[in-house]
């Protein structure tokens, strides 16, 4: 099996998992605005919780692959910058805040403190999206790198750095307000609404970093031209 269909094979499961991530997101949101109309709150607030913790280790998962694929590429043009925008990345606290957002959110379903777990659980999330923010943007930088290492180049380039640096901004301002959410829950303002609304927010901007990564490692398949 060549390594050009591997590498393909790789690409294509990266950015079906952007989709899966988007799908997350989608669930997410339309179990908090369920919940806030005002049926089964806990339990619709704890089911989110758990389903925007996989999302999250989706998306970890979506990212890492990709970032593999370019930090061992079959050229080692661009292994070097791939190693040192990798090392800053926040991939890590995806995977770990992911895992602890599933935990969270079946001891919430289990009626154990769930709306102090779900505002616990929501402040970890922002400070994943927070910290995880530009790892789209870096990963649009290493596939430019690579792609112009390679001696190819794509019209489809511009538009996927501008969906990279639109998602990170986005994804930074929501997991921020994120946090300052969760902490007023923790601290007893109106928790069942403040988690919920959270979690819808959480969920739109999954949407939307998960769409930006499909569309961007798609942008990144289609046929470039040779640079002379």
Not at 57 to 79: H, N, R, W
């Amino acid at each position: 099996m060549s390594t050009a269909y591997l590498e393909s094979r790789s690409t294509e499961a990266a950015a079906y998992g952007g989709l899966v991530d988007a799908i997350g997101g989608i669930a997410t949101a339309v179990l908090a605005i369920i919940a806030l109309t005002g049926y089964a709150p806990d339990m619709l607030g704890a089911i989110a919780t758990l389903v925007f913790g996989a999302a999250l280790l989706i998306q970890g998962g979506t990212l890492l692959s990709e970032y593999s694929s370019l930090i061992f590429p079959t050229g080692s043009v661009a292994s070097s910058a791939s190693t040192e925008s990798f090392a800053g990345d926040g991939l890590s606290a995806m995977f770990l805040v992911g895992a602890s957002g599933i935990v969270l959110g079946i001891l919430a379903l289990l009626g154990i403190a769930a709306a102090t777990l779900i505002a616990v659980a929501v402040i970890a999330f922002g400070a994943a999206l927070v910290l995880s923010s530009g790892s789209v943007r870096h990963l649009y930088r290493l596939q430019t790198v690579s792609r112009r290492a390679s001696g190819t180049q794509s019209g489809n380039e511009f538009m996927a750095g501008e969906m990279a640096s639109g998602s990170a901004g986005v994804q930074l301002v929501v997991g921020l307000t994120a946090i300052v959410l969760g902490i007023l829950s923790v601290a007893g303002i109106r928790p069942a609404i403040l988690t919920l609304v959270a979690l819808l927010v959480l969920g739109i901007t999954v949407i939307l970093t998960g769409s930006t990564v499909s569309g961007m490692i798609m942008s990144f398949m289609r046929p470039a031209r040779s640079v002379p």
